[in-house]
């Protein structure tokens, strides 16, 4: 797989030959989803846009954790209780960066230097990781305060960091009698792109070079003589991968079509009335394409047309006429 949006793909790709090019085919794949926050960040996050922290604790060991998490890392039960905490906090640990980072969620150079604080909040039995404002440096123990954005919408970016706070006592608060306060569920839509490169391996690349001389090429297994078309890298028998290049007689019985009505056909070739669904003669396996002529029916004898221009690729079939 290649990303095709990828520089040193398009380079490559423009070096192939006009051959190698239909046996790689880039193709684009968007993914919408859901994200759903789960009854923990919900909660959290709709409390955030009035500007309150909440914490949940462990009814075992009785730590307080922000951000919220459904089980305790130390005793494996499952939290409850919301307790408020900080706004304030203390620094457990700092370091001042001097390299050029760039802001993950802005893009934008930090300022060099800037200072990461690890920050336990009043409260609490975790640390928040994030910036500390401020031209001070800053000393372990020293008292901060949580610093939010002008407005809150319920999101990790109201967040805007921390900055110093002379002296406030650390407060502990009482933990929720009530387990979970009921919130809207938290559902963050995106969507994801997966560029990638379809290849048709060696067995796609003599098969669609053979179409190019009008030429309908199967793979016979060595070991149980099934036929395989379109042709395979394994037998789909027994897994062999010992088979030979047959001929394929480019006559056939129908064994199922389908018309398209004018209204529908769109994306079809003009000449394309539908789908056809013809056993080559010799072959028990089925092969499908379009059909060209109307009135046809099942079990008519009919004939696999090529393209006067050919490529080497699927559409050098026309497909199926009487
Ligand atoms: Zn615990
Ligand atoms: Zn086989």
Request: glycine share 8%; hydrophobic share 35%; proline share 6%.
């Amino acid at each position: 797989m290649v990303g095709c949006d990828d520089f040193k793909f398009k380079e490559r790709f423009k070096a192939m030959s006009p051959s190698e090019r239909l046996n790689s085919v880039p193709i684009s794949m968007e993914l919408t989803y859901n994200y759903c926050g789960g009854e923990h960040f919900s909660f959290f996050f709709d409390r955030l846009k009035e500007r309150r922290l909440f914490g949940v604790a462990c009814p075992s060991c009785k730590s307080v954790y922000v951000p919220p998490r459904p089980f305790c890392g130390s005793c494996c039960v499952r939290t409850s209780g919301w307790v408020e905490v900080g706004p304030n906090g203390t620094i457990e640990a700092c370091s001042e960066i001097f390299l050029p980072i760039l802001d993950p969620s802005t893009g934008l150079q930090r300022k060099v230097p800037h200072t990461m604080v690890l920050v336990r909040l009043d409260g609490t039995h975790s640390c928040l990781h994030h910036v500390l404002h401020g031209e001070e440096t800053p000393q372990i123990g020293d008292r901060v305060e949580l610093l939010f954005a002008e407005t809150c919408v319920g999101h990790m970016k109201d967040v805007l960091g921390f900055r110093r706070k002379e002296s406030s006592p650390d407060l502990r608060r009482e933990i929720s009698k009530e387990s979970f306060p009921s919130a809207e569920p938290m559902v963050v839509t995106g969507q994801v792109k997966i560029p990638f490169s379809f290849t048709m391996g060696d067995v796609g690349r003599e098969f669609f070079s053979q179409l190019k001389n009008q030429k309908l090429k199967a793979l016979q297994c060595k070991r149980c003589n099934e036929v395989h078309l379109p042709p395979t890298r394994y037998c789909k028998s027994c897994m062999s991968q010992d088979q030979s290049w047959i001929d394929v007689k480019p006559y056939g019985l129908l064994k199922g079509l389908v018309y398209i009505s004018d209204k529908e056909r769109e994306g079809l070739p003009r000449e394309a009335m539908g789908w056809a669904l013809v056993e080559m003669e010799g072959l028990k396996s089925s092969f499908l394409h379009y059909i060209l002529d109307r009135g046809l029916k099942i079990g008519d004898h009919v004939k696999l047309q090529f393209q006067e221009h050919r490529v080497g690729s699927i559409l050098d079939i026309k497909g199926f006429c009487r």
